[in-house]
């Protein structure tokens, strides 16, 4: 079992960066898979970005090129950096643990003001 807990979230004008953080309660080494995920109002939850383990990453075409992952092993924590963001951004942003079974944290929520 893992617990995952999400910070970093608040309010940021367009064009603006915010980083996420996710402190996960046992070693990231052990867990196959750390994502983020979103979820807008009155939209379906999407994958934002994942990274593996081994570091393989993969993003939504919608934030490429504007959000990094990363890990930190030491820390046991995973991190979001969203730079240039957009209204459209707005959402709550969700930890997930996968190892494969999904463990999810609280959410954190962003909102990016035009």
């Known amino acids: 079992q893992v617990h995952v807990v999400e910070s970093g979230g608040g309010l940021v004008q367009a064009g603006g960066s915010l980083r996420l953080s996710c402190a996960a309660s046992?070693?990231?080494?052990?867990?196959?898979?750390m994502a983020w995920y979103r979820r807008a109002p009155r939209k379906e939850r999407e994958m934002v970005a994942a990274i593996t383990k081994e570091n393989s990453t993969n993003y939504a075409d919608s934030v490429k090129g504007r959000f990094t992952i990363s890990r930190d092993s030491a820390k046991n924590t995973v991190y979001l950096q969203m730079n240039s963001l957009k209204p459209e951004d707005t959402a709550v942003y969700y930890c997930?643990?996968?190892?494969?079974?999904?463990?999810w944290g609280q959410g954190t929520r962003v909102t990016v003001s035009s």
């Open positions: 997930v643990a996968i190892t494969p079974t999904d463990y």
């Open positions: 046992r070693s990231i080494d052990s867990i196959n898979v």
